[in-house]
């Protein structure tokens, strides 16, 4: 899915929380993660990760993958476009 057909959220939406930043930030360096070690690395209650991460998924950033009954790992969509630049900027900010 490319940033055009991506369902639409906004930047603003996105960057306005501390903690949807952590989440991209790390997902991005990590590529995938069950959502305890998401929350565990980026210091957030499982609720608060779960509810960052509806958005996240809904722009298109994020790919939840399902195992099972219960397991869910959650992706960065690295074939995204606006993801592949998100990464591109972490990287060069943390250089």
């Known amino acids: 899915m490319d940033a055009e057909s991506s369902p639409k ?4 939406d ?3 929380s ?3 930043i952590k989440i991209l930030k790390e997902l991005a360096l990590s590529n995938e993660l069950l959502i305890s070690e998401l929350c565990r690395k ?3 209650n499982h ?3 779960r509810s960052h991460l509806k958005v996240l998924i809904k722009s298109g950033l994020i ?3 399902i195992h099972g009954s219960r397991i869910k790992i959650y992706r960065y969509k690295i ?3 606006r993801a592949r630049s998100l990464r591109s ?4 900010w943390e250089s």
């Not at 959220?9 to 603003?12: C, G, K, L, R």
């Not at 900027?89 to 060069?92: A, E, G, I, S, W």
């Open 9 to 12: 959220v906004a930047i603003e």
């Open 14 to 16: 996105i960057f306005s």
């Open 18 to 20: 501390r903690g949807r």
């Open 42 to 44: 980026v210091g957030l």
């Open 47 to 49: 609720s608060s990760t």
């Open 63 to 65: 790919e939840e993958k």
């Open 79 to 81: 074939e995204d476009l």
């Open 89 to 92: 900027l972490f990287n060069l």
